[in-house]
T-cell receptor, first 115, second 113 residues
C-alpha cells in the first residue's frame, strides 16, 4: 500500500537550533501534503497544507516564519522549525494525499525535544 | 464548522469480544470518511475509507459503516485481539481539492488477554 516516510523519527537539540523534518511519499505522487502537530493525549492539530510548487497555506495561529514548509516536488515536503524553543517540543506528523478521493496517508511522526 | 465526536474516549474489553466504535459528525456534506489507527508514539495508519456515496467498507475483521444523513459512522471490530489495542480516530473530509480532514479525538481501546 501507499507509504509515507518521515525522517528523522526523533530529534533532541538545544534551544535556538533549527530542525528540518522530511516527508516523502514513496509510491505515489502527493499533490497535497499536510503537517500536523500532536500534543500528548490530544488529537492532531493541522498546521499547514502545501501543494507542490506553491506556497503553503497556514492555519490560524501558526507562525509561517517559525515553521517553514517547502514542497519542492510531488514526493517531498519539508518542515523546518526555525530557532526552536522548548515550547516547540511536540510530535509532528506529515501526511500526503493523491488527487481525487484517495485515502490520506501519514508518516510515523517526529518526536522533537528542545532542551 | 464541522465537529467530529468520538465517545467514549476509552474502552476496555476482554479478548474475543466483538465491538463497535462510534463516530458522529455535525455537517453531512462530506466527501469521505476515514478511520485510522494510532499506536503510542507513532503516526496514523489508514484502516478504511468510505466515500460519501458508500454505505460500508470491509477489511479483514474490520467493518466501517456510514450513515451520512444522520452524521454517523461505526467501526466494527470482530473477535478483538490484544494486538488491536490502540487509539482509533475517525476523520471526515469535505468536498474540495485541497479540503482538510477534521478529526475526532479518538477512542483508546484496550483489549485484555
Amino acid at each position: 500500500g501507499a507509504v509515507v516516510s518521515q525522517h528523522p523519527s526523533r530529534v533532541i537539540c538545544k534551544s535556538g537550533t533549527s530542525v528540518k523534518i522530511e516527508c516523502r511519499s514513496l509510491d505515489f505522487q502527493a499533490t497535497t501534503m499536510f503537517w500536523y502537530r500532536q500534543f500528548p493525549k490530544q488529537s492532531l492539530m493541522l498546521m499547514a497544507t502545501s501543494n507542490e510548487g506553491s506556497k503553503a497555506t497556514y492555519e490560524q495561529g501558526v507562525e509561517k516564519d517559525k515553521f517553514l514548509i517547502n514542497h519542492a516536488s510531488l514526493t517531498l515536503s519539508t518542515l523546518t522549525v526555525t530557532s526552536a524553543h522548548p515550547e516547540d517540543s511536540s510530535f509532528y506528523i506529515c501526511s500526503a494525499r493523491e488527487p481525487g478521493g484517495q485515502p490520506q496517508h501519514f508518516g510515523d511522526g517526529t518526536r522533537l525535544s528542545i532542551l | 464548522k464541522q465537529e467530529v465526536t468520538q465517545i467514549p474516549a476509552a474502552l476496555s474489553v476482554p479478548e474475543g469480544e466483538n465491538l463497535v466504535l462510534n463516530c458522529s459528525f455535525t455537517d453531512s456534506a462530506i466527501y469521505n470518511l476515514q478511520w485510522f489507527r494510532q499506536d503510542p508514539g507513532k503516526g496514523l495508519t489508514s484502516l478504511l475509507l468510505i466515500q460519501s456515496s458508500q454505505r460500508e467498507q470491509t477489511s479483514g475483521r474490520l467493518n466501517a459503516s456510514l450513515d451520512k444523513s444522520s452524521g454517523r459512522s461505526t467501526l466494527y471490530i470482530a473477535a478483538s485481539q490484544p494486538g488491536d489495542s490502540a487509539t482509533y480516530l475517525c476523520a471526515v473530509r469535505p468536498p474540495g481539492a485541497n479540503s482538510k480532514l477534521t478529526f475526532g479525538k479518538g477512542i483508546t481501546l484496550s483489549v485484555r488477554p
